[in-house]
């Protein structure tokens, strides 16, 4: 089998299956205990503890001090969500890659973690663990499983030829547990005619069995302890978010050399935030203990249905899949969870709205639910007919789930709803990174009795959370008691045309998609509040069905064959347009042969002189690279003057100060020594991203060998000289690579930009509110302005749209600025994908203006005064300033269109009296000079 270095086979599968920063530590730890180790059936199990023990003994994220088995066995502690299934298939990788391994043994503990497993190992799942490593690429590994064993697969090879790869075994720990009953051993240790041995022997007489563990806090009680020692495997790898053994005496694990909690999970955005949720002006202790749960129990739902339409609008407005989510009731026990379940689905709560909705788990009090409860709780993802779930206690491992966004614990103390058993169900993130919507972003308790408790809690330097936010329910808090709706935000043009169908079809489309996924109560912009739009002068059925046919039909397929949005006023187009309308109305049922080519051309031209009117035409581009970019290191002389590293001695002497504790360590590298002192300097510098060994090996050997000869003039004795290199290896390569990216070169690329449309249809927007007055005309700001996000603003006589959303005040004073400026014609708030604009790191951004004035049209961005040079602001605004450049050269220019520019403007530059021309003067931002260079485009490539 081909062996990878192992280095480069590290830097490999973090690029390929995209590691996040935990999963790529944990590997690179691997990486050093293997090298530490050599695990073999003969290592010293002694010797390669004190070896472990001396890297990570001490160290703050790690609390290694025995293997705490018959063999070399270290736990990897991560944080529920972060992805502990994905980084055991990365392990598999690198052992097999470099060599060390073909046969894995992966141990799940329940029926419902070893399904999960089996699927996530198939090559045909969207989570499977091995997608993109070339090893596995043409031989996929063989899984070998409780139900296929007995047929010989694994012991032949990974096919019925015997073709050598890798072989992975997935039990359920029950399957091999040397305690079964009636005293009968398990099936797996009987014996196999075609082997001549059970195939738990088989496994067990290996020479390179790799035992990884989930959930590893469950193998630590005698019958399971016993039998994982059987397998006598050459490493266990064990993951876990709790380290520490179960049942009432629980002890910490003694073997964790990484550990990466929730807290970091919560600041590196893995994991949903936790929230904390009270009643605005509530004292929990004014009320007894039944009426408390009533009002928590109330509230939960409350939010629960304010996170169910936040949801549903962030599916419409990203073309996102809809997240359907639950609320988790915590009860006591069975009595109190039946006692619960009568109560909510009786009519004396919401009038009995939730009967039918509810899920009552039960498991019995000393001990856990059974698998097929826990299964039943996995497929409420699926569901969409739940929205409460009581439970007792707490959940079992393998449950946790991405559409749980509100927790009521009921008598609970605050240790028990901070502890990971709690929180951890629900903080894995619906769409698999955070949304920047803060309520899908969010896990919230409710724990009015709790609330200030819990935020002290958190406060503490060993809580599981750090910092917890707080929510309040109520009609002054953050969330309304009252019930949200969906408020549905059409473009004027096409609210136009919905008001000349109200008149000639009495009885209106129901709303919602077409499988009834969006359900809840919509309240289109024809809302009362709404400012109405103007009317169009056709008024037979027959017209109405020719207008909704060019807007919704015609029209999408003309925008990409015309040069520009005025195409639309020319006679010619406009008789091919309603002639193209008459075609697709022949075709339809219910055709009213009435109509005349006269009567649809002169329908087709109203409503192509008001799309012109009310829509701001912005270019669909396409922009790709002629050819591929690349880049390299030019050879150059190191700047080493200032270079004066000491040898180190031989032992170097860490003492911690909290415990002061001592370890002794040998300079920075351990295992083999490498042939050259170039190897030291090298092996580091290929750990860096950018650099390539293949691509770039004669560049980094000659610099590398630059350094060894500065330093081998300091220091002629050769022992000094290399423990010089040795010792500081990584820091001089960090200062090499430094250099080194100052002699970067790079291909000018040049890029071939294509029109794809001249102008886009304005999609419908959707909005989320609740309550009375949640439409409030501009010109009125919200009594507290922090609560502006919970309105919908209408009186706009140049908007696109007749209702807006503002993320902030500042927002609200740009649009009334832009309302009032003579000088423009149209604006709008840009919905999510009306813009095809990426930043350098391929993040889209939504704009939050677009206007048109008399003679060009804007991009405008406000932000916080504090945020103007934030790097994802200047990334954005670099991308959009690019974006009006190419708009403007490749596609007004030649079209005789006007000019784009970009505006980042300041909030406190927002103020009454700003005008539209004094914030372009003063902040519209050019295009980068770099990056208008690489845009290098001609006629003919547009």
């Keep these: 089998m081909h062996q990878t270095d192992p280095k480069r086979a590290v830097a490999q599968i973090i690029q390929r299956l995209s590691l996040r920063k935990p999963q790529a530590e944990a590997l690179r730890r691997l990486d050093d205990i293997v090298d530490l180790i050599v695990p ?19 160290l703050p994220d790690a609390s290694f001090e025995e293997f705490e088995r018959d063999f070399p066995s270290v736990c990897f502690a991560l944080a529920t969500g972060v992805g502990k299934t994905r980084l055991m298939g990365a392990f598999i990788s690198y052992l097999y890659m470099i060599g060390k391994s073909r046969n894995f043994f992966v141990l799940a503990p329940n029926l419902t973690i070893y399904e999960k497993l089996l699927a996530d190992f198939q090559p045909t799942s969207p989570k499977y663990v091995f997608r993109g490593i070339e090893a596995f690429a043409h031989n996929a590994p063989l899984i070998v499983n409780a139900e296929n064993y007995e047929e010989g697969r694994g012991v032949r090879g990974t096919d019925l030829f015997g073709r050598e790869g890798a072989i992975i075994n997935i039990f359920n720990i029950s399957k091999i547990n040397s305690e079964v009953r009636g005293g009968n051993a398990p099936r797996i240790k009987r014996l196999q005619e075609y082997i001549g041995e059970s195939y738990f022997a088989y496994l067990s007489g290996l020479d390179d069995l790799v035992l990884l563990m989930d959930e590893a806090h469950r193998y630590r009680g005698s019958a399971g302890a016993r039998a994982i020692a059987e ?4 490493l266990g790898l064990e993951v876990t978010a709790t380290p520490k053994t179960v049942g009432a005496r629980s002890q910490a694990f003694r073997n964790v050399v990484y550990r990466y909690g929730l807290p970091e999970a919560m600041e590196d955005g893995y994991v949903k935030e936790p929230a904390v949720g009270t009643r605005a002006n509530f004292d929990a202790k004014s009320v007894d203990d039944g009426l ?6 109330e509230d939960g739902i409350h939010y629960h249905e304010h996170v169910k339409v936040a949801l549903e609008t962030y599916a419409r407005q990203h073309q996102a899949g809809l997240v359907r989510p639950f609320m988790l009731v915590v009860t006591q026990d069975t009595t109190h969870a039946r006692q619960v379940r009568e109560f909510i689905e009786s009519d004396a709560f919401f009038e009995g709205r939730y009967k039918g909705r509810v899920a009552e788990i039960h498991s019995k009090l000393t001990g856990e639910e059974s698998d097929e409860n826990a299964q039943r709780l996995l497929n409420i993802e699926k569901g969409g007919d739940t929205d409460i779930v009581i439970h007792v206690n707490k959940l079992k491992e393998g449950w946790d789930v991405s559409n749980l966004f509100t927790i009521v614990p009921l008598r609970a103390s605050a240790s028990d709803i901070l502890t990971e058993q709690t929180l951890g169900r629900g903080l894995r993130l619906p769409y698999g990174k955070r949304t920047g919507v803060e309520v899908v972003d969010t896990l919230t308790v409710i724990a009015h009795e709790r609330f200030n408790e819990l935020i002290e809690k958190a406060r503490e330097d060993n809580g599981v959370t750090r910092k917890l936010k707080s929510v309040t329910i ?9 019930k949200p709706f969906v408020v549905s935000a059409p473009s004027v043009i096409e609210q136009m045309v919905q008001l000349a169908e109200g008149k000639v079809n009495p009885e209106p489309a129901a709303q919602g998609s077409e499988d009834g996924a969006f359900a809840t109560p919509a309240v289109t912009s024809l809302h009362p509040e709404a400012t109405a739009p103007a009317a169009f002068s056709f008024t037979k059925r027959e017209e109405v069905n020719i207008a909704r046919t060019v807007l919704s039909v015609v029209l999408p397929q003309v925008r990409k064959q015309v040069p520009s949005i005025r195409a639309l006023e020319d006679p010619k187009v406009i008789e091919e347009i309603a002639q193209a309308a008459l075609v697709v109305q022949n075709e339809q049922d219910g055709l009213f042969p009435s109509i005349t080519a006269d009567q649809a051309q002169a329908v ?24 591929a970019v690349s880049f390299g290191f030019r050879r150059f002389e190191l700047e080493l003057k200032a270079w004066n590293y000491q040898p180190l001695s031989r032992e170097l002497l860490i003492q911690v100060l909290r415990t002061e504790a001592r370890t002794m360590i040998s300079g920075d590298a351990g295992g083999e020594i490498p042939a050259r002192l170039e190897d030291y300097l090298v092996a580091k510098l290929i750990d860096m991203p950018e650099v390539d060994y293949d691509a770039h090996a004669a560049v980094l050997y000659d610099l590398a060998g630059q350094v060894v000869e500065h330093f081998r003039a300091k220091y002629p004795d050769p022992e000094q000289l290399r423990s010089v290199i040795q010792g500081h290896a990584r820091q001089m ?30 999609r419908p927007q959707t909005f989320d509110g609740s309550g009375a007055g949640v439409i409030r005309d501009l010109r009125n700001p919200p009594e507290r302005l922090q609560d502006i996000r919970r309105y919908v603003f209408s009186g706009f006589t140049k908007g696109c749209y007749n209702l807006a ?20 014609r149209l604006w709008m ?9 990426f930043d350098n790191e391929g993040s889209p951004y939504q704009p939050d203006f677009t206007v048109e004035t008399t003679d060009e049209k804007l991009i405008i961005e406000t932000k916080r005064d504090d945020q103007m040079n934030a790097a994802d602001v200047l990334r954005k605004a670099d991308a959009a300033s690019l974006w009006c450049y190419v708009a403007t050269e490749v596609h007004g220019k030649k079209v005789g269109d006007k000019p784009w520019s970009y505006l980042l403007v300041p909030a406190s530059a927002v103020q009454s009296n700003a005008t539209l021309k004094g914030l372009a003067s003063a902040y519209t931002r050019p295009v980068d000079v770099d990056l208008r260079s690489r845009y290098q485009m001609s006629d003919n490539d547009t």
């Design 231 to 234: 397998l006598q495997p050459i």
């Design 733 to 762: 390569a960090e200062a090499v690579f430094t250099q080194m990216k100052q002699n970067m070169w790079r291909e000018q690329t040049t890029y071939r930009v294509t029109v794809t449309a001249a102008f886009d249809q304005l």
């Design 829 to 837: 708030k840009p919905g999510p994908n009306q813009f095809k604009i």
């Design 474 to 482: 109520g009609d002054e808090g953050d969330v309304p008691a009252s």
């Design 805 to 824: 959303k503002f993320d902030s005040d500042p927002e609200r004073r740009l649009a009334l600025i832009l309302e009032q400026e003579s000088t423009v």
């Design 292 to 297: 408390l749960e009533r009002i928590k129990l």
């Design 604 to 627: 087709t031209a109203e409503v192509c002189k008001h799309f012109v009117e009310r829509t701001i035409a912005i270019p669909t581009l396409t922009i790709t690279p002629k050819q």
């Design 40 to 58: 073999s059936k003969s290592t010293d199990v002694a010797a390669a503890r004190d070896a472990v023990r001396a890297a990570y003994g001490d």
